[in-house]
């Protein structure tokens, strides 16, 4: 019983304080890397030290860290490095098709390169949508935002994850969204609390 909690703790640990400090603590880039990391430390130094006042611990241990830690790296490195391209066909304003464009805005860069369009499209049943037209770059665990006032992303509402750093794609807004106020389309990383880019909406 020992050794299973003993390979389990350190990987629960591990995936614990990647959520909480890449994206829970703040909103700060710098800062949420500084915690990151300083938390993967703490946590190598201790399974180091587990290892070797307890020995019969010691493999499950090291092993448990080893092998979450290299399959985290493997996801971020996979997720920044690859391209994800789709090509959706979306909701347009079009004469005769009953739908009518309510908003848009042009994406400026954030943190990365990121351009296109982003429109809110009132469909002819009532429902609204927020398509992309848009090309920024890859990264771990991109969602969709409608953020309200000038900067920042406390205030905001997750249309889900990005389907894709390329091409046409297309998201649901709750009926209860206010488009007023949620004006800002933001394309943010949750794994490290960073602003990709984003459109105002007009």
Known sequence: MQRIAGALLPAVLLLAGLWLFGGQVTDDFRVSMLLTGAWFAV?????????????????PVIASFVVTAT?????????????????????????????????RGTFVSGAHETSGNASVIGLA???????????TSPGPDLRVYLAAGESGVADRVDLGGLKG??????YA????????????????????????????LG
């Open 125 to 135: 049943g009532g429902e609204r949508v927020l398509t992309l037209d848009l090309r």
């Open 43 to 59: 946590l190598a130094a201790a399974v180091v030290l587990t290892g070797r006042r307890y020995r019969p611990l010691a493999v």
């Open 71 to 103: 399959a985290v790296g493997g996801y971020l490195t996979l997720s920044t490095f690859r391209d994800r391209v789709v090509s959706e066909q979306v909701a347009m304003a079009a004469p005769g098709s009953g739908n009518r464009l309510i908003a």
């Open 173 to 200: 807004i709750p009926a209860s969204v206010d488009s007023g106020r949620y004006r800002r389309v933001v394309i943010w990383c949750r794994a490290f609390s960073v602003d990709f880019g984003e459109a105002v």
């Open 165 to 170: 750093n390329r091409g046409t794609q297309q």
